[in-house]
């Protein structure tokens, strides 16, 4: 059985899309436990947010090095404008710091950037431009795509991407997956192959609910700034050792090619 992928590619594991070498094609991470993380220092939460910039840089050179075609990093949801204000202006001027620090090295490894998320207004405007101006300078890079989830809700994506299915004008008996996911934001993002989500915590919160559909998911103990390059390979290996049957009853093991 072969099942249709948003981006055109074929989810039949005999195909093995993009992992000639067992590298899945798209990691995304939920980097979790920054607060956990200075409390365990007795430091304030926005101490763990800042240290987690290291981590940011580390896995997206290893994911790049290591052959991924596809990082996504989690970096605020639409829920996370419930914390304290203080928490969420200390997020939003670390972010633009962080982007107007790295766009220029970032470029220069060939990586094309995206932010995924609504635009809420109250993202401040020059966070919204430099997001804006990262996306333009690296929009024909050829190097992995990374894309940050900033002010992103899985649900929203999908409710989004149903009004503009309906404004478009589709009967509803033409409505099929592949023609839904083309109204989702960049919708040329492949299906997730593995997402990690650091710190212990073993749930979704609301990221990427369309393209997590079929991903293997590893849940490592440590938080996410003291996850490093080492951390993110063995991932990526265990990942290799998982089985994936897309619904079917032939396992294939990441890496191997299929008889
Ligand atoms: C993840 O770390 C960063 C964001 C959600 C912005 P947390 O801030 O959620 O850290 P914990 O879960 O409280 O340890
Ligand atoms: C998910 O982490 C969002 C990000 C990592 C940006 P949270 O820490 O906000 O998620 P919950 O509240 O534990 O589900
Ligand atoms: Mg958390």
Redesign the pocket.
């Known amino acids: 059985m072969t099942a249709d992928r948003a981006d055109g590619t074929s989810a039949d594991p005999s195909q093995a899309p993009g992992e000639p070498r067992g590298v899945p094609r798209h990691v995304a991470c ?3 436990g920054n607060g956990r993380w200075a409390a365990r220092r007795s430091l304030p939460r926005t101490s763990g947010h800042r240290a987690a910039e290291t981590t940011v840089i580390d896995v997206i050179e290893a994911a790049r090095t290591a052959g991924v075609e596809w990082l996504s990093l ?4 639409t ?2 404008w419930q914390r304290p204000s203080s928490e969420v202006d200390f997020l939003m001027r670390l972010v633009r710091r962080v982007v107007r620090k790295h766009a220029a090295l970032l470029h220069a490894r060939g990586i094309r950037c995206r932010f995924l998320g609504v635009a809420d207004p109250r993202i401040p405007v020059p966070l919204a431009r430099d997001f804006a101006d990262l996306m333009t300078l690296t929009s024909t890079n050829r190097g992995m795509t990374l894309t940050v989830a900033f002010d992103h809700g899985g649900r929203g994506d999908i409710v989004e991407a149903a009004r503009s299915l309906i404004r478009s004008g589709v009967p509803a008996d033409a409505v099929d997956e592949r023609r839904f996911a083309a109204h989702l934001p960049f919708p040329d993002t492949p299906d997730v192959d593995l997402v990690i989500r650091t710190s212990g ?1 073993q ?1 979704i ?1 609301n990221f990427m609910l369309w393209q997590v559909a079929y991903a293997e998911w590893i849940f490592p103990q440590v938080l996410w700034p003291d996850f490093r390059a080492p951390h993110f390979l063995e991932c990526l290996h265990a990942y290799r050792q998982r089985d994936r049957r897309f619904g079917g009853v032939t396992p294939y093991t990441n890496g191997e090619p299929h008889p």
Request: hydrophobic share 35%.
């Open positions: 939920v980097m979790d989690y970096a605020f949801s829920e996370n915590e749930r919160s």
